[in-house]
């Protein structure tokens, strides 16, 4: 059997968890959350080893604070539900989240996990939802506690991408672990369910604006005809210090200083953190899916918080779906390859500062405008349509998540905060989450590429950096 085909954990039993009270029922239906998908982003986190012997009070007091935070986040105890032309809204109706009990046994310390490779036993540790049930039957949120012999333990959480962004599900954790502590929400951590506010026709009193979504087209297909037969997806976990990104930084703003300047030209915003380290993907990963193919084209997605981009902005305790979608140019791989890095970091820094008030109030006429909702989610969210004779052909382009500046380690749910937070599974090809790392002096990333290309990827990652710091002493 392979090795990721192995059971290494063990569900003991599995209970629906509903609000401890009654709670409104209203039907909420947003313009923004029409084009995420139904599917649950998976979430990972890991506590070390606690002194506490009673595990069963402890499960007690995490299925009885779930139960108080799902009256206050009420909507994440309920179920999305078909609505005209392919869309839905979430109906509270209280049926409430899954919550598994399961162990792992196989292992003696969670240090055996390594650097928690989002794959294999990792993946084992989140729920894992049934599809194939009727839309109306799947929980929104579902989660897994998982007991390891060391007595550390891990909590995997699987939410629903159309119910909740990365923004508000840092909210719902750590009101929950607030609530597992035995502590009171401070006012201002009262969550705002108004998911009207992201609605086109709730900002017709402002100016009727347009663009164009290039972020809802059809993305670059594979050429080549080349199927190099296995696709396997592998997954890699790559850590930077804060001298590699101080170095991607100088090596991309290089390119401001050979450009003309003007006494009428004024100076932009530094490159961000994860402007940078998405530019250095995307020229990495094109590099190693080349193979002589210097025309195909690429193209780099990312989601932008909207929350502060509004006029006015949303509330801060918004919970809803506000991450919008925005793409870099499309580009070819000879671009990509042999211009600067700089290049590509500014495609990404422009993509992510057209995300503007207007340019959101504009994509939400576009999605309410559109008949075809499945091709809108398609489009934005799943490797392009490279396939011959129903064979996954291959995926040219990159999507790039900023997981950075979570509030994850207010996640303590009494026995101490979490020593790590990432994602439980990545099992598309051609995915790269961002985060900071667990001190806060450096970077990790988890990237998705094809197994074929993933050694090749690595190398040119780091030997990339590598001969920035020769040359910077040169």
């Known amino acids: 059997m392979e090795d990721g ?17 009654q709670t409104p029922n209203p039907k909420l239906f947003s313009l923004c959350e029409q084009i995420k998908l139904r599917t649950h982003a998976p ?30 986040y009420y909507p994440l105890a309920g179920r999305l539900s078909w609505i005209k032309d392919g869309r839905w809204e979430i109906h509270c109706n209280s049926k409430g989240a899954l919550f598994i009990e399961a162990k792992c046994e196989e292992l003696t310390d969670l240090n055996q996990l390594g650097d928690f490779v989002p794959t294999n036993l990792v993946s ?16 929104l949120l579902a989660v897994q506690l998982t007991r390891f012999r060391c007595g550390g333990f891990t909590l995997g959480i699987a939410l629903c991408r159309a119910a909740t962004d990365g923004t508000a599900t840092m909210c719902f954790m750590n009101a929950w672990a607030r609530l597992a502590r035995g502590e009171n929400l401070h006012q201002n951590e009262f969550p705002c369910h108004d998911r009207t506010m992201l609605n086109s026709r709730k900002l017709t009193h402002l100016p009727s604006l347009r663009w164009q979504h290039r972020e809802f087209d059809a993305p670059p297909v594979w050429m080549s005809s080349d199927l190099n037969g296995n696709r396997e997806v592998s997954v890699a976990i790559l850590k930077l210090t804060r001298e590699h990104v101080s170095k991607l930084k100088k090596k991309a703003s290089s390119r401001m200083s050979i450009l003309p300047t003007s006494k009428d030209v004024h100076m932009t915003k530094p ?9 250095h993907l995307w020229k990495c990963v094109t590099k190693a899916r080349y193979i002589g193919n210097r025309d195909q084209s690429t193209r780099l997605s990312t989601l932008v918080n909207c929350r502060n981009r509004l006029q006015p902005p949303l509330p801060n305790g918004y919970v809803g779906n506000a991450a919008f979608p925005t793409v870099t140019p499309t580009r070819s791989f000879n671009d990509l390859i042999y211009k600067p890095l700089g290049d590509a970091v500014e495609d990404v820094k422009k993509a992510i500062e057209r995300v503007t008030g207007g340019y959101v109030r504009s994509a939400l006429n576009y999605i309410d405008s559109e008949n075809n909702m499945d091709l809108l989610r398609y489009n934005f969210h799943y490797p392009a349509k490279s396939v011959i004779e129903g064979q996954y052909k291959g995926n040219p382009n990159l999507f790039v998540v900023s997981w950075m500046n ?40 988890a990237i998705s590429l094809e197994a074929s290309c993933m050694d090749s990827f690595k190398k040119y990652f780091y030997d990339d950096i590598r001969e920035m710091f020769c040359n910077s002493k040169l």
């Open 5 to 21: 085909k192995l059971n290494m954990v063990s569900v003991l039993s599995h209970s629906t968890i509903i609000p401890s009270k």
């Open 43 to 72: 979430l990972l986190y890991v506590y070390k080893p606690h002194n506490q012997n009673n595990t069963s009070t402890f499960l007690e007091t995490l299925k009885n604070s779930l139960s108080q935070a799902l009256v206050i």
């Open 124 to 139: 084992q540790l989140i729920p894992n939802n049934n599809y194939n049930l009727p839309l109306e039957d799947i929980p």
């Open 271 to 279: 490159y961000s953190t994860f402007e940078v380290i998405a530019g």
């Open 406 to 445: 979570f509030s994850y380690k207010d996640a303590n749910f009494g026995l101490g905060e979490p020593i790590y937070f990432g994602p439980g599974f990545m099992d598309s090809e051609g995915k790269a989450f961002i985060m900071n790392n667990n001190n806060g002096d450096g970077i990790v990333v």
